[in-house]
């Protein structure tokens, strides 16, 4: 029996008014932990390149990189609803480029859905990935990839001149194809109005609680990430902390020759010492 969470499931959760968990993952470990529990969605996030590799942006991200992430997150999480974020110039260049490599996370990595930071320059994007076959996100509002042409973030749509647009490029997204839509930084009653309009999932990433779903970085979730955080970003552990203080008994426990203790060593069968001792004329 197929028990993976299907694009089925997350429209049937839109409609039933069941929100919808999503968390944004790079590794096969984490995914495994995620996968026990009830998490709907998960995200291979090109944020990787600044929480896994720490550049200072997402735009180093490349298609080699992603590729190999989100196959380990699939690996880990084989039962979840699994978005490929596209990096940055997988889909800008060009539209045949932008459908091979989306096809890349599906046929390389199992993916469900791929993720695409859209203006309306990148409509007809949307329109040809999706109809290639493929289910596509429209993620809208901050898009993280435009960080060289803007400089700064700050939230979206919250004039009703910038609503009245994002409304529309919501809908223009729908229409060209889009089978869900992230909405990033925007204002709380503009992303209702979004979901509400919308027949597609819309998920969240720091716009408010009207949206179908949510969704947070592994590392803000688990207090992992040290600096400043996004307003949204909520943790639910302090776990930079507990593995600061984990390396720093593990270091001193070297140092101390307290590891390893007989616990954590291996030994030789009974009698195999003197043995060997006669072997080398000890
Ligand atoms: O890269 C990422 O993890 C994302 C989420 C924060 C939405 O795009």
Redesign the pocket.
């Known amino acids: 029996m197929n028990n993976k969470i299907t694009i089925a499931d997350l429209i049937s959760a839109k409609n039933n008014n069941k929100k919808i968990a999503a968390v944004?993952c790079y590794d096969y470990t984490t995914a495994q932990i995620i996968s026990q529990t009830n998490v709907q969605m998960i995200?291979a996030?090109?944020?990787?390149a600044q929480l896994v590799l720490g550049f200072d942006s997402?735009l180093p991200a490349t298609m080699d990189f992603m590729v190999t992430i989100t196959a380990a997150v699939r690996r880990g999480a084989p039962n979840l609803f699994l978005v490929a974020?596209m990096p940055f110039l997988s889909y800008q260049v060009t539209i045949p480029d932008a459908i091979r490599n989306a096809g890349r996370f599906i046929t390389e990595a199992g993916v469900q859905m791929v993720?695409i930071e859209a203006t309306a320059a990148h409509l007809d994007v949307i329109k040809a990935v999706s109809d290639a076959g493929m289910a596509v996100m429209a993620?809208i509002g901050i898009r993280?990839q435009s960080i060289s042409k803007i400089g700064r973030f700050k939230a979206e749509a919250t004039t009703a001149e910038m609503a009245a647009q994002l409304i529309n490029l919501a809908d223009q997204m729908v229409e060209a194809g889009a089978a869900s839509v992230?909405l990033?930084g925007t204002a709380t009653e503009v992303a209702q109005i979004i979901t509400e309009r919308i027949e597609v999932p819309v998920i969240s990433?720091g716009s408010g609680p009207g949206c179908d779903g949510q969704?947070l970085?592994t590392p803000d979730i688990l207090g992992l990430s040290q600096g400043k955080k996004p307003k949204f970003a909520k943790s639910y552990d302090d776990l930079a902390d507990r593995t600061l203080k984990a390396f720093t008994t593990y270091s001193d426990e070297v140092h101390k020759s307290k590891y390893p203790d007989d616990k954590h060593a291996y030994y030789m069968k009974s009698g195999e010492i003197d043995k060997l001792k006669e072997i080398l004329n000890l």
């Open positions: 944004s995200l996030g090109d944020s990787a997402t974020d993720k993620h993280p992230l990033e990433c969704v970085i």
